[in-house]
């Protein structure tokens, strides 16, 4: 028997699990946190859709922390099984895990002074840095395009994704008998064509079953181009008079190709000389693993490595380190350039950035990228004149600028050019990770073209894929 279950990321963009069954054992297919509304995500959190001693595997499809940041209480709730992933997403967890295991105790500490002042008793974070430690011992790192045993007539490969330092695509085959292979596709978060520095996604594999995503199913992002143009226009406008840019963005990944192109546009005299400050400290770690795997760069990013002898610039960008550092850019009042984190703006350092620049019409806000609902991006981006921060009434009066072409998620055009070649091959296509007007937009195009059995399957729904 071959049975799916979904429990995260259907339905919703965060939280990504998917569960396989294959003759009574089952394999997990990512592993992430609950983001959006607190109270509601902080159950998700707490809750598994089977014990975790349960599950024989976990396979990851990137490091990002709504595909993994749940490893460590899955390990600490009774997992014992290998977590498979390629060498660069086990080194981001390395730094990414710790990290989160630090928010979720600054969490637990603010949400236990109001629970003892409610008389309530306390509650346990999700996990500690003591728990990440176990859990980064079970990582098994497997290279792109090799085959590996998973279960006994279950194995799997990874193929690049495109999305962020390596991420891939999870490849399922089964040995269900009948003289040829079942294959099921799991898309993870797949990326564009064309994004700074990582190689391009590879095709889908022809299966008999896709688990795609679906972020931008009903939208268009326009040329990188364009993006990166407008992106450069409205930074050199909010420069030129005198305006600070606070640019939210994840530490990983999006933090990096900001800098990256930041760094080839003041190389090419572009932009006005001003500082530029990476304000987090996951980012600056995890600039430090995209340093240790030019393996995963494309041709271009490998060339102007040759050229500069360090793409994510060194010799233009200041990478704060410590908390003096990170208050002395509140003082700050010349122009200046600071991406930090969260890149949602639900947590981190970035709050404290918003709390000081959004009241002035000077500054800028660049949002390079996804917000999902229920977030402070959100809000903010959405055109809320009015944001509540560290418990006071901000007043919204900066520029705001969202940009998507610097997404690092495929848009229609690009899923569809996935997984139009799979019509009238692929018996059921399950769309993932994404908001349900746009999942639905996706749905619609994709029966459209042929398409038989497209699903949209929402949390704890089971579909039986073969019998027996």
């Known amino acids: 028997m071959i049975e799916l279950f979904f429990y995260g990321a259907a339905g919703e963009v965060t939280g990504s699990m998917h569960l396989v069954r294959w003759h009574g054992q089952w394999v997990a297919l990512d592993c992430g946190l609950f983001q959006g509304r607190r109270a509601e995500s902080e159950a998700k959190n707490r809750e598994w859709p089977l014990a975790p001693r349960q599950l024989a595997a976990l396979i990851v499809s990137h490091a990002h922390t709504d595909h993994t940041g749940r490893i460590p209480k899955l390990v600490k709730d009774g997992f014992g099984g290998p977590v498979y992933c390629s060498p660069a ?48 011992g079970q990582f098994r790192t497997i290279a792109l395009n090799h085959w590996f045993e998973v279960l006994s007539g279950l194995r799997a490969r990874f193929l690049e994704a495109g999305h962020m330092l390596g991420s891939c695509g999870i490849e399922l085959e089964f040995d269900a008998g009948g003289g040829r292979p079942l294959r099921l596709y799991f898309s993870g978060d797949l990326g564009r064509r064309n994004t700074p520095i990582l190689r391009d996604p590879a095709p889908f594999p022809q299966a008999d079953y896709v688990i795609c995503e679906s972020t931008y199913g009903g939208r268009e992002h326009g040329p990188a181009a364009d993006a990166q143009r407008v992106f450069r226009d409205v930074v050199r406008a909010a420069l030129e008079r005198g305006g600070k840019v606070i640019i939210p963005a994840f530490s990983v990944g999006r933090t990096q190709t900001i800098v990256y192109f930041l760094h080839r546009a003041l190389a090419a005299g572009e932009l006005p000389r001003v500082p530029v400050f990476v304000d987090s400290p996951l980012a ?22 040759q050229e500069t002898g360090d793409i994510l610039g060194n010799g233009c960008c200041v990478y704060i380190r410590n908390v003096e550092e990170s208050k002395a850019l509140h003082r700050r009042r010349k122009p200046c350039v600071i991406i930090s984190a969260s890149g949602m703006c639900e947590s981190g350092r970035i709050q404290h950035h918003i709390k000081n620049n959004i009241g002035q019409e000077r500054n800028l806000f660049v949002f390079p990228g996804f917000q999902a609902e229920n977030t402070l991006g959100r ?5 809320a004149r009015k944001i509540n921060l560290f418990h006071e009434t901000r007043h919204v009066r900066a520029q705001v600028v969202q940009i998507d072409g610097f997404s690092g998620h495929a848009d229609r055009t690009g899923l569809l050019r996935m997984l139009t070649p799979l019509a009238g091959n692929a018996t059921r296509v399950f769309l993932v990770h994404g908001e349900t007007a746009q999942r639905a937009a996706l ?22 894929l073969v019998e027996g």
């Open 443 to 464: 749905a619609a195009e994709l029966r459209a073209r042929g398409f038989a059995a497209v699903e949209e399957p929402l949390r704890g729904q089971r579909f039986t």
């Open 284 to 305: 600056v770690a995890a600039s430090e693993v995209f340093r240790m795997h030019p393996d995963c760069f494309d041709v271009e990013a490998s060339a102007f490595q």
């Open 379 to 383: 809000k903010i981006v959405d055109g």
């Open 89 to 136: 997403t086990r080194d981001l967890c390395a730094i990414m895990l710790p990290d989160s295991a630090h928010i979720q105790q600054e969490d637990v500490f603010y949400i236990n002074k109001k629970r003892k002042r409610k008389g309530l008793p306390p509650v346990e974070a999700l996990y500690s840095y003591e728990d990440v430690v176990p859990a980064l």
